[in-house]
């Protein structure tokens, strides 16, 4: 489906106007871009100037330039589902969401939407979290912040999924509309998932009832991201939430690490931020059924990780 025909359809459906269910094969442009024969790089900085941090952890990985591109519709999908400071961890850190859509504009990027489906009031989620001001701060026009609106779902089929076979998607995080898809999520303790790190981050970009991802919990996170794909993920462990996630609260289940991990692959970067709660690569049942799914690769032997 091309690229106009898709908004007019997408458009449709949004106002009610279309009955048919919007289908068009992201799997298959993934599929056509994947090369099975390249090794998953991972790059690893630590330092307590976040700003200067994103830079430093993009540079081996070509920088930004090797993901956006000029012109291109770019998303970048933090945490900030949670009406918490910054120094609780609940949400991507502000400095980091400003610094990584700081970079997407140097690129040259003609926009920049920075979003989240909030599980808290989202007003005060974005206020709180300190992202919406952190984004503003950047005085571009290019560069905003929005809340959820309903009418940017659209139902899509998941044509490999084993678990889902349809759910709704954010269309404005979806090809093609979005050419370039940036998952920047805080890395922390989840009561049910145990970890909630870069593949469980999809989860702010869907619609419909999210209850009912939880009843097959691990394989339908990684059916979601056979829909949701990041050109690129960046795990903010600046500081890490060891207890009480996802909503935390409290100051002593925080420890501040100063840390980002970036890859082009979320499973690699799920395996590696797990091993900073001082687990092993396979802990996380999503990550497990992500590398099933080829999304990613699980095995840390076969990624090669840089200390930048």
């Given at each position: 489906?091309?690229?106009?025909?898709?908004?007019?359809q997408?458009?449709?459906?949004?106002?009610?106007?279309?009955?048919a269910?919007?289908?068009?094969?992201?799997?298959?442009?993934?599929?056509?871009?994947?090369?099975?024969?390249?090794?998953?790089?991972?790059?690893?900085?630590?330092g307590k100037?976040?700003?200067?941090?994103?830079?430093?952890v993009?540079?081996?990985?070509?920088?930004?330039?090797?993901?956006?591109?000029?012109?291109?519709?770019?998303?970048?999908?933090?945490?900030?589902g949670?009406?918490?400071?910054?120094?609780?961890?609940?949400?991507?850190?502000?400095?980091v969401?400003?610094?990584?859509?700081?970079?997407?504009?140097?690129?040259?990027?003609?926009?920049?939407l920075?979003?989240?489906?909030?599980?808290?009031d989202?007003?005060r989620?974005?206020?709180?979290?300190?992202i919406?001001?952190?984004?503003?701060s950047?005085?571009?026009?290019?560069?905003?912040?929005?809340y959820?609106?309903?009418?940017d779902?659209?139902p899509v089929?998941?044509a490999?999924?084993?678990?889902?076979?349809e759910?709704?998607f954010?269309?404005?995080?979806?090809?093609?509309?979005?050419?370039?898809?940036?998952?920047?999520?805080?890395?922390?303790?989840?009561?049910?998932a145990?970890?909630?790190?870069?593949l469980?981050?999809a989860?702010?970009?869907?619609?419909g009832?999210?209850?009912?991802?939880h009843?097959?919990?691990?394989?339908?996170?990684?059916?979601?991201n056979?829909?949701?794909?990041?050109?690129?993920?960046?795990?903010?462990?600046?500081?890490?939430?060891?207890r009480?996630?996802p909503?935390?609260?409290?100051?002593?289940?925080?420890?501040?690490?100063?840390?980002?991990?970036a890859?082009a692959?979320?499973?690699?970067?799920?395996?590696?931020?797990?091993?900073?709660?001082?687990?092993?690569?396979?802990?996380?049942?999503?990550?497990?059924a992500?590398?099933r799914?080829g999304?990613?690769?699980?095995?840390?032997?076969?990624?090669?990780?840089?200390?930048?």
């Amino acid at each position: 489906m091309d690229r106009r025909k898709f908004i007019e359809q997408a458009a449709a459906w949004s106002a009610g106007a279309c009955l048919a269910t919007p289908i068009f094969d992201v799997q298959a442009v993934m599929a056509a871009e994947k090369n099975p024969d390249k090794k998953s790089i991972l790059v690893v900085a630590v330092g307590k100037d976040y700003s200067s941090l994103v830079e430093t952890v993009l540079k081996p990985l070509g920088g930004m330039s090797a993901f956006v591109k000029r012109g291109d519709n770019v998303v970048v999908k933090p945490n900030i589902g949670w009406d918490r400071t910054p120094e609780q961890a609940a949400n991507t850190h502000p400095e980091v969401v400003k610094a990584v859509v700081r970079q997407c504009l140097d690129a040259g990027a003609k926009r920049v939407l920075v979003f989240d489906r909030s599980v808290n009031d989202a007003r005060r989620s974005y206020a709180r979290s300190g992202i919406k001001a952190a984004v503003e701060s950047l005085d571009d026009a290019r560069a905003k912040c929005e809340y959820e609106n309903k009418r940017d779902y659209v139902p899509v089929k998941i044509a490999d999924g084993k678990s889902l076979d349809e759910f709704e998607f954010n269309r404005k995080a979806l090809p093609p509309e979005c050419d370039c898809y940036i998952n920047v999520p805080v890395a922390k303790h989840h009561g049910q998932a145990k970890l909630t790190l870069g593949l469980k981050n999809a989860m702010g970009a869907i619609g419909g009832n999210r209850g009912i991802i939880h009843r097959d919990l691990h394989r339908r996170i990684a059916d979601l991201n056979l829909v949701i794909r990041p050109k690129l993920t960046i795990i903010d462990a600046t500081r890490i939430l060891l207890r009480h996630g996802p909503t935390g609260g409290k100051l002593e289940d925080v420890q501040v690490l100063d840390t980002l991990i970036a890859s082009a692959d979320t499973v690699a970067a799920d395996a590696y931020a797990t091993t900073l709660f001082g687990e092993k690569p396979d802990y996380l049942g999503s990550t497990v059924a992500g590398a099933r799914l080829g999304l990613g690769e699980m095995d840390l032997a076969k990624v090669e990780v840089v200390k930048a």
